[in-house]
């Protein structure tokens, strides 16, 4: 009948994809024989390319900043694993995987601020990453014309441990062809404690970098997050950031002033720096709702 070949086919699809995520693990008779995240074909796909916007097509626009707190729990797969000692080299947090990437070259296009007009290299963002200073016993070798000895010249380097936020420059627009509200994610910042003052009580956090998202979806496309809700499908970091699979709060809108940020007209109240956030997106929002309204 029918139905027989319906359910036939329903189970195969279905073990077709418990097949699509398992890594091995049920039939390993070794630990070397289990294969890591990147090892698996569906990590070969490529990502999912944006389509072509013409300008006549937006009809309205909003320019958006936001700030992912890495302390919310929904935000833990952007921050973790902060040790890898413990685990496979295919998971990384989004840190590790954007310095890697910066360093090895893959990643070109890093700026020192969202608006994306002063390019930078490892080279100039080297200080911001990492402290190189010496001990007093060093500072001694030094005066007395002797070499400074290794040993007395201590390195503090930005580890994904150090991470606080992410800072995150988005585009909303609507699409009259599709008559949709969509979003398009521009850039993206680790916010980490400046280093040179990273060891004192409460140190100022900086942006580190930004980096053009557009232009750094291929790398982010082969690099996976934990996914706390199957562990059987990692997605990657490309899929997380497109889908805002996170959570995050509006600090600054494109506006007449500037574009100045919400604590620059509402300082010294947090509550209401939120309602401040939540009042913007909630604009937005709105704003495709009030399309169909007659």
Same mark, same amino acid.
């Given at each position: 009948?029918?139905?027989?070949?319906?359910? @036939? #086919?329903?189970? #195969?699809?279905?073990?077709?994809?418990?097949?699509? #995520?398992?890594?091995?693990?049920?039939?390993?008779?070794?630990?070397?024989?289990?294969?890591? $995240?990147?090892?698996?074909?569906?990590?070969?796909?490529?990502?999912?390319?944006?389509?072509?916007?013409?300008?006549? !097509? @937006?009809?309205? =626009?909003?320019?958006?900043?936001?700030? $992912? !707190?890495?302390?919310?729990? @929904?935000?833990?797969?952007?921050?973790?694993?902060?040790?890898?000692?413990?685990? #496979?080299?295919?998971?990384?947090?989004?840190?590790? $995987?954007?310095?890697?990437?910066?360093?090895?070259?893959?990643?070109?296009?890093?700026? =020192?601020?969202?608006?994306?007009? !002063?390019?930078?290299?490892?080279?100039?963002?080297?200080?911001?990453?990492?402290?190189?200073?010496?001990?007093?016993?060093?500072?001694?070798?030094?005066?007395?014309?002797?070499?400074?000895?290794?040993?007395?010249?201590?390195?503090?380097?930005?580890?994904s441990a150090d991470i606080a936020e992410y800072h995150i420059r988005g585009y909303w627009y609507f699409d009259k062809r599709q008559a949709e509200l969509k979003y398009r994610l521009l850039g993206i910042a680790p916010v980490a404690p400046d280093v040179n003052f990273i060891d004192s009580d409460e140190p100022a956090l900086v942006e580190l970098f930004w980096v053009w998202f557009p232009s750094a979806r291929e790398v982010l496309n082969e690099a996976y997050a934990f996914n706390p809700e199957n562990t059987a499908q990692p997605i990657s970091f490309d899929h997380l950031l497109n889908a805002r699979r996170f959570n995050g709060t509006i600090y600054a809108e494109d506006n007449v002033q500037g574009d100045r940020q919400v604590d620059e007209y509402i300082s010294n109240n947090a509550f209401m720096q939120l309602l401040e956030s939540q009042r913007i997106r909630e604009q937005i929002r709105n704003f495709e709702q009030d399309m169909w309204n007659y």
């Amino acid at each position: 009948m029918n139905w027989n070949r319906i359910i @036939v #086919g329903l189970c #195969g699809l279905l073990f077709s994809v418990t097949s699509f #995520g398992q890594t091995n693990i049920l039939n390993a008779k070794s630990p070397d024989e289990i294969a890591g $995240v990147a090892e698996q074909e569906y990590g070969k796909n490529d990502p999912l390319e944006y389509g072509y916007v013409d300008e006549r !097509d @937006v009809l309205w =626009a909003k320019t958006t900043w936001e700030v $992912v !707190d890495l302390d919310e729990r @929904v935000n833990f797969p952007l921050y973790y694993p902060i040790d890898t000692n413990q685990i #496979g080299s295919s998971r990384r947090s989004l840190y590790d $995987v954007l310095i890697a990437n910066i360093k090895n070259g893959k990643i070109k296009n890093i700026y =020192a601020d969202s608006y994306f007009n !002063d390019k930078r290299t490892l080279k100039d963002i080297r200080a911001a990453l990492s402290k190189i200073d010496t001990t007093d016993l060093g500072i001694e070798q030094y005066n007395a014309g002797e070499e400074i000895d290794q040993q007395y010249i201590s390195r503090r380097d930005i580890s994904s441990a150090d991470i606080a936020e992410y800072h995150i420059r988005g585009y909303w627009y609507f699409d009259k062809r599709q008559a949709e509200l969509k979003y398009r994610l521009l850039g993206i910042a680790p916010v980490a404690p400046d280093v040179n003052f990273i060891d004192s009580d409460e140190p100022a956090l900086v942006e580190l970098f930004w980096v053009w998202f557009p232009s750094a979806r291929e790398v982010l496309n082969e690099a996976y997050a934990f996914n706390p809700e199957n562990t059987a499908q990692p997605i990657s970091f490309d899929h997380l950031l497109n889908a805002r699979r996170f959570n995050g709060t509006i600090y600054a809108e494109d506006n007449v002033q500037g574009d100045r940020q919400v604590d620059e007209y509402i300082s010294n109240n947090a509550f209401m720096q939120l309602l401040e956030s939540q009042r913007i997106r909630e604009q937005i929002r709105n704003f495709e709702q009030d399309m169909w309204n007659y």
